[in-house]
């Protein structure tokens, strides 16, 4: 059966052909900018006819051209390099005969911040590359393609290292400076005598784009579909309808989130991942036992009600609760980004506990009526949800646990999903995954400290 969460994935058409018009629009007016006659009439359908062709050649990437995200992110970055060529005709700053200066202030390094902030963990390749063209059809420069190609490179590494305003900052400076450095090798052969007006262009370009970026950034929130940080933060508060639904109405998933949101977002924070984004999607990962709160083992009080059906019942009513979870996802409107963590968090486990006890009615048991649908975690981020998912529910059935057991589980639960090949998509290499161990069996007994049994000492021992 074809999970419901795959239709995001499908490409909607709408935005593809209206990506594919805009985006060849911008191209065959930069190609013409310096006069739009009836080379702008060959040029257009041109540009159209190949970049049909070219997507359909590859498959792979018509979700980016259909993704609502990089549609808009693209179309920004397209309207940045028309104001450029805009600033160059009419020379404002008096760059001339680097008119590609204006190619840094409106659009500069600030492409790869960008990508950072709104794609997130998605690649930010395609859009680089794809203004890239965007830059060498408006400047017809490859110095200036190429600086902009490493510059949004740096500042889109950079800020991934910590997505903060200062290193937002840093990025662009940075950014810039490789652009600019590659510009000047193409003006020294233009113009050596004017090159002292780079003095006031490199900091004045920094300081435009910073203006540029932090005012995008702002507008582009106001978009319902895209998140930046700041607005990802909110969308876990505790005023949202569902996370104030889920406290209501399933306190014990609601504390079951908490506890696997902090502990994931260490673990991410440790591994380099998206740490923010990880706390996050592990907050909704479980907003499908809302649907059937009571017949989940950590919102139960008194009599289970599992104990009065069949093993298969009991198996589809867990199995669904990512089905429900997709369902409230989308009718609340959160980010892809965010909805990815509801089907990849149980990946195609087996619900070993009813497989087995309907192995005993029945030795000829489909198992895949007890596997839950996929798809297995596509990225770290999700695994790390799935990992602590898991050994949080594994320790929790344990009274009065040792730290020795607490360590034997969380290595229990590991090698499992190893086993079951749940992490072989997620790029978790075993040294990752040997210090999630390690760093979630730390956490897991920093939380157990007052409740763990020791063993108690023997008399002969109390005398020495």
């Not at 290292?161 to 937002?168: A, E, L, S």
């Not at 006031?200 to 998140?227: A, H």
Request: proline share 4%; aromatic share 10%; glycine share 4%.
């Amino acid at each position: 059966m074809r999970h419901k969460w795959r239709k995001l994935k499908v490409p909607d058409k709408t935005i593809l052909w209206t990506h594919i018009l805009l985006t060849s629009l911008f191209w065959s007016i930069f190609l013409n900018h310096s006069s739009l006659d009836s080379g702008f009439l060959i040029t257009f359908p041109v540009f159209l006819t190949a970049l049909s062709l070219l997507l359909h050649k590859f498959e792979k990437q018509k979700y980016f051209f259909s993704n609502k995200v990089f549609f808009t992110l693209h179309l920004v970055v397209l309207v940045l390099i028309l104001l450029s060529l805009i600033g160059e005709k009419s020379d404002f700053l008096h760059l001339k005969p680097f008119d590609e200066g204006y190619l840094l202030f409106f659009v500069g390094s600030i492409v790869g911040v960008l990508s950072k902030t709104f794609l997130r963990t998605q690649p930010v390749g395609q859009l680089i590359v794809l203004s890239s063209v965007g830059i060498l059809l408006a400047s017809k420069n490859v110095f200036a393609t190429v600086g902009f190609s490493l510059g949004n490179l740096v500042s889109a590494d950079i800020y991934s290292r910590k997505r903060d305003t200062v290193w937002g900052i840093t990025a662009v400076a940075f950014g810039n400076l490789v652009f600019i450095l590659l510009l000047m090798g193409y003006w020294l052969q233009e113009s050596s005598s004017c090159i002292w007006k780079v003095l006031y262009l490199y900091p004045l370009s920094v300081v435009s784009e910073i203006f540029v970026l932090f005012g995008l950034q702002k507008l582009l929130d106001l978009l319902p579909f895209m998140y930046s940080d700041e607005k990802l933060e909110k969308l876990a508060n505790i005023s949202n309808p569902l996370i104030e639904k889920m406290m209501l109405e399933a306190p014990g998933t609601y504390h079951h989130s908490v506890m696997v949101s902090l502990l994931a977002e260490s673990v991410a924070k440790k591994l380099g991942a998206d740490a923010l984004l990880t706390r996050v999607g592990a907050m909704f990962h479980d907003i499908g036992k809302l649907v059937n709160p009571h017949y989940f083992i950590e919102n139960v009080n008194g009599e289970n009600p599992h104990k009065r059906l069949k093993p298969e019942v009991s198996a589809s009513i867990i199995k669904n609760h990512v089905e429900e979870g997709l369902s409230l996802a989308q009718k609340y409107n959160l980010p892809e980004e965010v909805i990815r963590f509801i089907p990849e968090h149980q990946g195609t486990k087996l619900i070993k506990y009813f497989y087995y006890q309907a192995l005993k009615e029945n030795p000829n048991a489909d198992e895949r009526k007890f596997r839950y649908s996929g798809p297995i975690p596509q990225s770290k981020e999700t695994a790390i949800v799935m990992i602590t998912d898991t050994v949080e529910a594994m320790v929790r059935t344990l009274k009065n646990p040792t730290a020795q057991e607490i360590k034997q589980t969380v290595r229990k639960a590991i090698d499992m999903l190893k086993e079951e090949g749940q992490l072989l998509s997620s790029n978790l290499t075993e040294e990752e995954l040997k210090t999630v161990e390690k760093l979630l069996t730390e956490l897991i007994l920093s939380y157990y400290h007052e409740r763990i049994k020791y063993p108690e000492k023997s008399k002969g021992e109390e005398r020495v």
